[in-house]
């Protein structure tokens, strides 16, 4: 599986921008995908996942209520919504899938193949 993450770029406070990763490949294989972002000189965290087959979701305290996860199977894409952008959430979002069943999904470790990430700056 391939995956390839795109639309990112600057927003001010406040605005909204649209995610995408589109996944190429074995796609029916994915068991999760999940968004991940990292800021300068902070580590690798989670940011929301949603389960392929049945779209249950899972979001990280800091995005609940203002970023939503979704998927469009037939396109083998995946979007991350985000709305009321902070300038907190600039960071590189790198978009990642599980291949097969894993004990968690909050930790980067516990993902198998990742997109190259793609930038979004918030601006104050």
């Known amino acids: 599986v391939l995956l390839q993450a795109y639309g990112g770029g600057l927003a001010q406070a406040g605005c909204s921008l649209r995610l995408s990763c589109a996944a190429s490949g074995r796609t029916f294989s994915s068991l999760v995908m999940g968004w991940f972002r990292q800021a300068p000189g902070k580590e690798r965290e989670f940011v929301a996942a949603?389960?392929?087959?049945?779209?249950?979701?899972y979001y990280a305290n800091s995005v609940k209520g203002r970023f939503t996860i979704s998927r469009d199977s037939a396109k083998n894409t995946m979007y991350l919504q985000m709305n009321s952008l902070k300038p907190e959430d600039t960071a590189v979002y790198y978009c990642a899938n599980q291949l097969r069943l894993r004990r968690e999904i909050y930790a980067p470790s516990e993902y198998d193949v990742w997109g190259q990430g793609t930038l979004v700056t918030v601006s104050s």
């Open positions: 949603i389960n392929w087959s049945g779209g249950t979701t």
